[in-house]
């Protein structure tokens, strides 16, 4: 009898998750793919896809999820779909692939990452930690971060334009009156500030 196994076993060789492996995507990719992970879609373990003769990759029966990306969104405090379908059949043991393998990184951190960046060496494209806007009206330029359908957590990357002048909360100027107030200081204290 062949055991369904929806996960691989642990990070591959070339996994670019993987904290001991220098980052070789873009940062705008792994910004796409970080988001997708966080709301809960499936990622291909690239070694179980499949090319076309053009290059294009597809999914095969044989094509199984990432175990990095696995390892990468429970420490971002999430799961995808698969993942939760996997441990609910009994084809995997979410606390057994979070241990089996290399370290990776988590979610927010591997999208702030520079190419080349390792665990022993990390380089931020994106500044480790940026104040970002604490108001996060509608029409907010920096919000501090999201919640995806798969339960993590990504963190803001924009940083917020200035400090409220009246509470000391950090705001974008989406979430400000323009003379460097914040809208819940307008909106709690009124006139005083129009």
Not at 3 to 32: G, N, T
Not at 138 to 166: K, M, N, Q, Y
Request: with cysteine; proline share 4%.
């Amino acid at each position: 009898m062949t055991r369904v196994k929806a996960i691989s076993q642990a990070p591959c060789a070339h996994c670019p998750f993987r904290k001991d492996v220098p980052i070789y995507l873009r940062q705008d990719r792994r910004e796409e793919i970080a988001e997708s992970i966080a709301n809960g879609h499936f990622f291909p373990c690239h070694e179980t896809t499949s090319h076309d003769e053009d290059g294009s990759a597809y999914w095969t029966g044989e094509t199984v999820e990432c175990a990095g990306a696995a390892k990468a969104v429970m420490l971002a405090g999430g799961t995808t779909q698969m993942m939760r379908i996997s441990e609910r059949m009994g084809w995997a043991d979410l606390d057994k692939v979070a241990e089996r393998g290399p370290e990776v990184w988590e979610l927010s951190e591997w999208r702030r990452l520079a190419e080349g960046s390792t665990g022993d060496d990390p380089v931020w494209e994106i500044e480790e930690y940026v104040n970002t806007c604490h108001v996060v009206d509608a029409g907010c330029t920096a919000p501090a971060g999201t919640l995806g359908a798969g339960g993590a957590i990504l963190d803001g990357l924009e940083p917020a334009d200035f400090e409220c002048e009246h509470c000391g909360e950090w705001t974008c100027e989406s979430c400000s009156n323009g003379d460097g107030v914040c809208n819940m200081c307008v909106e709690d204290y009124g006139e005083d500030f129009e």
